[in-house]
């Protein structure tokens, strides 16, 4: 394998074991603030839902960003409008399989190194679900 190669592919582990670890610490955060996990890491056709978490009657889905301190592109503008309309349809059909009668609601986590910001929560009709 060339150099370049390798140099790419080691980033991309590394990319991903530093997104798995954001978000095992997300986890634990919500967790400490009364969340329960419902399910992780969920492939939903060709999408990936990070966490499904619930409280009371709310049913959260959770989208987890990490960058390194300094990237380019910052965790906090990681999410485009068309990437939040896959993950409301992924969540759609996961709902149409087993639905949940509460409320939901979906909330970007983005990470920094060690620094996280957690954005404020968004009702289920703010993005337009298109079937």
């Known amino acids: 394998m060339p150099a370049a190669n390798r140099q790419l592919s080691q980033?991309?582990?590394r990319a991903?074991?530093?997104g798995r670890l954001a978000e095992r610490a997300t986890l634990w955060l919500l967790w400490l603030r009364g969340w329960d996990l419902v399910v992780e890491n969920l492939k939903?056709?060709?999408f990936e839902l990070d966490l499904l978490m619930a409280r009371g009657n709310e049913l959260r889905l959770v989208?987890?960003?990490a960058r390194r301190p300094g990237a380019w592109t910052a965790?906090?503008?990681a999410?485009?409008?068309e990437q939040r309309l896959r993950l409301q349809q992924a969540l759609r059909t996961y709902l149409d399989r087993?639905?949940?009668p509460g409320s939901v609601s979906f909330q970007r986590v983005s990470w920094a190194g060690w620094r996280v910001r957690f954005h404020p929560k968004e009702g289920w009709?703010?993005?337009k679900i298109q079937r």
């Open 79 to 81: 999410l485009s409008y």
């Open 75 to 77: 965790a906090d503008t």
């Open 11 to 13: 980033q991309g582990r």
């Open 16 to 18: 991903r074991r530093s």
């Open 98 to 100: 087993i639905p949940w």
């Open 44 to 46: 939903v056709g060709r």
């Open 125 to 127: 009709d703010t993005l």
């Open 63 to 65: 989208e987890v960003k």
